[in-house]
């Protein structure tokens, strides 16, 4: 009854909002990732992205101006992580702050929130426990130009850890995945990243060895902007991350 009153008055505030699909496939038309959903797929993508805008806030910090296509964009890279899971999955949350460029924060005084940090590229991206996610615009364009890079899904990553005993590098697993294998290959893989990294050729962002929770935001977003190279570096991880998000953006 709840769901069905929710889905009502998601339906006619989606009807209100001001944006076409037209717009909106102009939008995500600099987003390589969003090529890859066709057909029934794309429109499942589209009408979702709609609703995370519907559901969540959109604000703008810092004096920046928040366009629609901006706005459409941010959101269909959020969504696509629970594509296949449901946008439920951030229920708990509302808001999301976009300032124009990379921003501070005193971070010493936010770790008793539950704050993840981003430190090293610091200042692209937060995710607060029950709280904001804050992004930078700078580094979501970025996220078109340099490969395995998404700030958008590293912060909703965090989102998704964080249902399950805080930021910790495991989601709440679906029935049927197996919480020891998880825990095994993502301690093989950060194994496999750190000797790598230690010879001077990572094959993931080395940001990921700063906890487990980052490790599993940078692998989530290989796993959607660069899946094949994920596949071929790290083919058990690939497995796990695919069995979490149902999907498998390698083909
Ligand atoms: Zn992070």
Redesign the pocket.
Known sequence: MLNKARRWFEDRKLARLPVDRDQWEEAVARWPVATRYEGAQRDRLFDMALRFLVRKELASGGGFQLDDGMSLLIATMAVVPVLELGLDWYDGWYTVIVYEDTFVTPEGEMDEFGV?H?EGRVLAGEAWLQGPVILSWGDIRAASAEEGYNVVI?ELA?KLDMLAEGANGAPPLHPGMDGDRWHQVFTHAWQALERAEQAGEPFLDPYALEDP??FF?VASESFFESPGHLRRVLPDLYEQLALFYRQRPAG
């Open positions: 993840v981003e590293h965090h929770a980052e935001a």
